[in-house]
T-cell receptor, first 112, second 111 residues
């Protein structure tokens, strides 16, 4: 079965600084990859997804992610973080059969 | 288009009682998923329903059960509640093999 690792439990960045959240997956075939964001006490909102094609994926709120098969990674990036980006971020991997596994999440704190 | 809705928003129960949580998927979505998000434990997959059938379940005891109705809405039932069942329960829906859309969750507190 597929699995996801998010190595960073908590990251703090200054407002306006760049951001990269790491995600590594384990799956034998081409995975379906997702990034979700969760504000406190809320459900999850899809930021972006990768199914196939261009390995650099653009999402909402200025986020992008790059699929690197050789590194089994799907890192999330944003060039300039806003205070409203403070939230929990989840990477997820799907096997194409409705079976989706989530990482443990990375909590992002934004310093003024 | 309405998103995934869940009710109630909050639910307070005592140990040993039963809890029933409800979820309405996005119109046209046939799959419903349930997740448990306990503090510090991330999202744990509970159950997946599609076309009225249970398709998969996570590593949870049988006292966690549910069903999907003909209109694709779903119920999650938790029997014999334990303190560690306190968590945010998230419902998601999808159509086919696509991304899951999440509801706002039900916060269950077991006293």
């Amino acid at each position: 079965a597929q699995s996801v690792t998010q190595p960073d439990i908590h990251i703090t960045v200054s407002e306006g600084a760049s951001l990269e959240l790491r995600c590594n997956y384990s799956y034998g075939a081409t995975p379906y990859l997702f990034w979700y964001v969760q504000s406190p006490g809320q459900g999850l909102q899809l930021l972006l997804k990768y199914f196939s094609g261009d390995t650099l994926v653009q999402g909402i709120k200025g986020f992008e992610a790059e699929f690197k098969r050789s590194q089994s990674s799907f890192n999330l990036r944003k060039p300039s973080v806003h205070w409203s980006d403070a939230a929990e971020y989840f990477c997820a991997v799907g096997a194409g059969n409705n079976d989706m596994r989530f990482g443990a999440g990375t909590r992002l704190t934004v310093k003024p | 288009e309405a998103g995934v809705t869940q009710s109630p928003t909050h639910l307070i129960k005592t140990r040993g009682q039963q809890a029933t949580l409800r979820c309405s998927p996005i119109s046209g979505h046939t799959s419903v998923y349930w997740y448990q998000q306990a503090l510090g434990l991330g999202l744990q997959f509970l159950l997946w329903y599609d076309e009225g059938e249970e398709r998969n379940r996570g590593n949870f005891p049988p006292r966690f059960s549910g069903r999907q109705f003909p209109n694709y809405s779903s119920e999650l039932n938790v029997n014999a509640l334990e303190l560690e069942d306190s968590a945010l329960y998230l419902c998601a829906s999808s159509w086919g093999v696509n991304e899951q859309f999440f509801g706002p969750g039900t916060r269950l507190t077991v006293l």
